[in-house]
């Protein structure tokens, strides 16, 4: 597609669920990122993917995220067990490559939120 | 060491001024700078970015000066408008650090 797709734009979820996010990269970008954006506030690192390299999965705030990738495609950002703490935007952005100096797009988000 | 601090956290300026954010950094190994602009409801859009090797850059109404010394950084908007009224993050990368690392965000209001 023309940009980042993510899917879906506004979740409203029970406290103890688990929910999946879903994001499509621009075709023929190689890198993924995952970011959590909480209401008013930065961008917070979460994973990343290049190629069939091993993801950075160094910024995961806890067990309950998991991400998972196929090939250079979609990707799918996991909550399991979901906490209210876990309500902000999950925004998922790609580049051509990783490494700096490459511009990086994101898409609109996921608007979560758990009750 | 991978932090990047940004202020002020908010702005209000009126239509015409010059508002000017500012960000600092620790990890030297740091060596590209970008912008992001960010509208309710929208993802962040990179706006400008700079490199150690310049002092500044420009485009259009946007000007990033960098301060290599100092590990500083900021983004000036030229004759601003209301239609600049956004969140603007700084980022960096470089090194081993192969995401951007974000700044806490500027709230700017250009009144009209």
């Known amino acids: 597609g023309a940009g980042v797709s993510q899917s879906p734009s506004n979740k409203v979820t029970e406290k103890g669920k688990d929910v999946e996010l879903r994001c499509d990269p621009i075709?023929?970008?190689?890198?993924l990122y995952w970011y959590r954006q909480r209401l008013g506030q930065g961008l917070e690192f979460l994973i990343y993917?290049?190629?069939?390299?091993?993801?950075?999965k160094s910024g995961l705030p806890s067990d309950r995220f998991s991400a998972e990738r196929t090939g250079e495609s979609v990707s799918t950002l996991t909550i399991q067990r979901t906490q209210q703490e876990d309500s902000a935007v999950y925004l998922c952005?790609?580049?051509?490559?990783?490494?700096?100096?490459?511009?990086?797009?994101f898409g609109e988000g996921s608007w979560l939120t758990v009750v | 060491q991978q932090q990047v601090k940004q202020s002020p956290q908010s702005l209000i300026v009126q239509k015409g001024g010059i508002p000017i954010i500012n960000c600092a950094y620790e990890?030297?190994?740091?060596?590209?700078f970008p912008w992001y602009q960010q509208f309710p409801g929208k993802g962040p859009a990179l706006l400008i970015a700079i490199r150690p090797d310049v002092s500044e850059k420009k485009e259009g109404r946007f000007t990033i000066s960098f301060n290599k010394s100092a590990k500083q950084f900021s983004l000036h908007i030229m004759d601003s408008q209301p239609g600049d009224s956004a969140t603007y993050f700084c980022?960096?990368?470089?090194?081993?650090?192969?995401?951007?690392?974000f700044g806490s965000g500027t709230q700017l209001t250009v009144l009209p």
């Open positions: 980022a960096a990368n470089g090194g081993s650090a192969r995401q951007l690392t």
């Open positions: 990890n030297t190994a740091f060596d590209y």
């Open positions: 952005a790609s580049s051509l490559v990783t490494g700096t100096g490459n511009t990086i797009y």
């Open positions: 993917f290049q190629g069939n390299s091993a993801p950075d």
């Open positions: 075709s023929g970008h190689t890198a």
